[in-house]
């Protein structure tokens, strides 16, 4: 599979704000203003009104979305109260019912917002592109002011530019190699260990046998 660059030419029909750091870069905030079908978690609600945003809808159990906010997006309000899953695993889930998403034909879901604020939640959010990945079928892309996120499992083409910095997050593979980058990666068995590394040319090229994560920065070293 073939994962492309970002850039504000970069289009993506379902996106989901989160409600961790609000974007201030261009990537990130031309994703929500060009996405087709926006999904806010609960209080993110907040970032779409400040920016002029009209969500699809607000997903999530309802414990933070302001009174004046819920009335004034009254019928965009879903309200899933169970705690099984966090409000960014709700809103995930109730993209994946509209008639407009297709697993078959483009399984992206584009994540924004979903850093940053507090680490427990971080963490978490960053965790959950595996699971989005292996268990829900789908293409998770998560993406910061820095750069962005992407969930593979197996062989993989990741398009690079030189001196872009790259970051190899090993989760179960026991086989993972590469050319393209500066530092020949490994099946590393600690997740640091395969972070900074950086791309010499277009591509870099993986050859593996589980799922991981790859971090690629928006601006060169």
């Not at 970002?6 to 409600?19: E, T």
């Amino acid at each position: 599979m073939n994962y492309p660059l970002l850039n504000l030419q970069s289009r993506f029909s379902h996106v989901v704000l989160a409600d961790g750091d609000a974007p201030q870069r261009d990537i990130p905030c031309s994703l929500l203003t060009h996405a087709d079908h926006l999904v806010c978690c609960d209080r993110a609600a907040q970032t779409a009104f400040h920016r002029g945003l009209v969500p699809t809808a607000i997903v999530g159990d309802g414990d933070s979305i302001p009174d004046e906010l819920r009335e004034h997006f009254s019928g965009l309000w879903h309200q899933i109260a169970e705690q099984d899953y966090n409000d960014l695993t709700k809103a995930t889930r109730w993209v994946m019912q509209l008639p407009s998403f297709n697993m078959q034909t483009d399984p992206t879901i584009v994540y924004v917002g979903a850093t940053g604020k507090r680490e427990d939640h971080t963490l978490s959010n960053i965790s959950l592109m595996a699971y989005y990945l292996d268990e829900l079928l789908l293409n998770p892309v998560m993406v910061t002011d820095y750069g962005w996120f992407v969930a593979i499992h197996g062989d993989a083409t990741v398009e690079t530019f030189a001196r872009q910095q790259v970051s190899i997050f090993n989760l179960s593979c026991t086989r993972l190699q590469a050319t393209g980058l500066r530092w020949k990666p490994w099946a590393f068995d600690q997740l640091w260990q395969g972070s900074l590394n950086e791309a010499l040319a277009s591509e870099v090229k993986f050859l593996a046998d589980g799922t991981y994560l790859v971090y690629r920065t928006f601006d060169k070293k």
